[in-house]
């Protein structure tokens, strides 16, 4: 199972990130759940939503509704929104499977390289 995180690398304050996980190997609509999750610089990983198999969408209610996890199961892809983004939403962001909906650990499952995102001050 391979998993490929993509988007741009800067993002501008107040406006939306998005990213997008292009997954082969495994079908998103099989079974696990399909996680975002980051690592802010000088702190842990931080679990940010995830989509169930079947669609059902979970988020870390500390986004404050500014997260919206999608799917496009044509293309095997699932993604990544995050509104009103400051300087403390720079961070390296993974998307990943698992069987645990919430996931801080990217030891287990598979997970992609990571993509890095940086919100100018």
């Known amino acids: 199972v391979q998993l490929q995180e993509s988007g741009p690398g800067l993002v501008q304050p107040s406006q939306t990130l998005s990213l997008t996980c292009t997954v082969s190997?495994?079908?998103?609509?099989?079974?696990?759940?399909w996680s975002w999750i980051r690592q802010v610089p000088g702190k842990g990983l931080e679990w940010m939503g995830a989509?169930?198999?079947?669609?059902?969408?979970y988020y870390n209610p500390s986004l404050k509704s500014r997260a919206s996890i999608s799917r496009d199961t044509s293309k095997n892809q699932f993604t990544l929104q995050l509104t009103s983004v400051t300087p403390e939403d720079t961070a390296v962001y993974y998307c990943?499977?698992?069987?645990?909906?919430?996931?801080?650990?990217?030891?287990?499952?598979?997970w992609g390289p990571g993509t890095q995102v940086a919100v100018p001050s």
């Open positions: 190997g495994a079908s998103i609509t099989t079974d696990y759940y």
């Open positions: 990943g499977r698992d069987h645990e909906r919430r996931v801080t650990t990217t030891s287990r499952g598979f």
């Open positions: 989509i169930g198999y079947v669609g059902a969408v």
